[in-house]
């Protein structure tokens, strides 16, 4: 099933497109500079990262904990 049907699918690839750019964004700084056009949503994502990390951790810890054992 598509990740567009499936919400816990979703929530997952939305979580691992956050810490991915986030990631991308502490390791190479320029690659996400622009905040406008196709980058500038994953800058968006990054940002959320960056901001939210502490929400985005346990929402990855919750989501590794439910792929797991449900």
Known sequence: MSALFNFH?????VLLVICTCTFLKMQFPTFLEQKTGFRGFFWKAAR???RLS???AAGCFTMGVSIIFF
């Open 54 to 56: 502490p929400w985005v």
């Open 48 to 50: 959320i990262g960056e």
């Open 9 to 13: 699918s979703f929530l997952t690839v």
